[in-house]
């Protein structure tokens, strides 16, 4: 499903004439399976979230391949890499990135507004993936009129609504209760069987990374030797 090749990523900071280099991805190869679901962890500033968004297409990497279900996605340009995301992947990320002026209902919706798809399937979409999150009956409610799990759940019918075959979260539980994290690992695991959705989560928290198939473990922009 995703296939890191042999990626290295540095980042220029400062002005011109004084430009400093910082190396943070360091030859990384993984592979992720389709129906995996995979946990990356690793100290703060350990290069994880860029990793996630190199894979993500939000940074193009110095060197390397990423490949998604298949296809070289790293030789994408920005608008080609939008066009996939809608089409392939959800994020889920800590602090839920929901618009607080638009309704669940809204937020929801978002992505199809995006894809062009007409208002009668826009609904009964959006619809049946409020229902499959249990947040049917706050389909009215504002990001601010719901806890934080439920607004974790808004994100990630937001996520679902495009059928990704792929869902990437950066710390999905972290703004959570540890209650209401355990429901919603059992939701993502369900998600997992039922609608074979491979994970790809990076993770503080211990928890998390004993409930993933397999987790990956990043020390200085490295994978450390053994957890591939
Ligand atoms: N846009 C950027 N420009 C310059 N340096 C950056 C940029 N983004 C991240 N870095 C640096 O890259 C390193 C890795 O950051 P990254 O956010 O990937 O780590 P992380 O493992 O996700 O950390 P955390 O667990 O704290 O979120 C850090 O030293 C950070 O300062």
């Known amino acids: 499903m995703i296939e890191?090749?042999?990626?290295?990523?540095?980042?220029?900071?400062?002005?011109?004439?004084?430009?400093?280099?910082?190396p943070v991805i360091d030859d990384v190869t993984f592979s992720v399976n389709k129906g995996e679901i995979v946990t990356i962890v690793g100290r703060s500033g350990s290069g994880k979230s860029t990793l996630l968004n190199i894979i993500s297409g939000f940074i193009k990497a110095n060197e390397g391949e990423i490949?998604?279900?298949?296809?070289?996605v790293s030789d994408f340009n920005e608008a080609k890499f939008a066009d996939?995301?809608?089409?392939?992947?959800g994020f889920i990320f800590q602090s839920f990135q929901l618009i607080p002026s638009m309704t669940a209902y809204q937020n929801v919706e978002?992505?199809?507004?995006?894809?062009?798809?007409?208002e009668k399937e826009r609904?009964?979409?959006?619809?049946?993936?409020?229902?499959?999150?249990?947040?049917?009956?706050?389909?009215?409610?504002?990001?601010?009129?719901?806890?934080?799990g439920?607004?974790?759940?808004?994100?990630?019918a937001r996520a679902l609504i495009v059928n990704p075959p792929l869902i990437l979260a950066d710390e999905?539980?972290?703004?959570?209760?540890?209650?209401?994290?355990?429901?919603?690992?059992?939701?993502?695991?369900e998600l997992n069987k039922e609608l074979?959705?491979?994970?790809?989560i990076i993770t503080h928290d211990e928890t998390v990374a004993k409930f993933g198939d397999r987790t990956i473990e990043i020390a200085d922009g490295k994978v450390l030797e053994g957890s591939r």
């Open 110 to 118: 978002l992505p199809l507004v995006l894809k062009g798809i007409n």
């Open 67 to 72: 490949w998604i279900d298949g296809i070289k």
């Open 196 to 200: 074979g959705i491979t994970f790809l």
């Open 84 to 89: 996939f995301r809608l089409g392939h992947l």
């Open 172 to 189: 999905p539980t972290g703004s959570l209760d540890s209650e209401t994290e355990t429901n919603l690992l059992e939701f993502i695991k």
């Open 150 to 156: 439920q607004q974790q759940r808004v994100s990630i």
């Open 123 to 148: 609904k009964e979409r959006t619809e049946n993936t409020l229902k499959k999150v249990g947040l049917y009956e706050y389909r009215e409610h504002y990001p601010s009129e719901l806890s934080g």
């Open 4 to 22: 890191v090749k042999n990626v290295s990523h540095a980042f220029e900071i400062g002005k011109k004439g004084n430009k400093t280099i910082i």
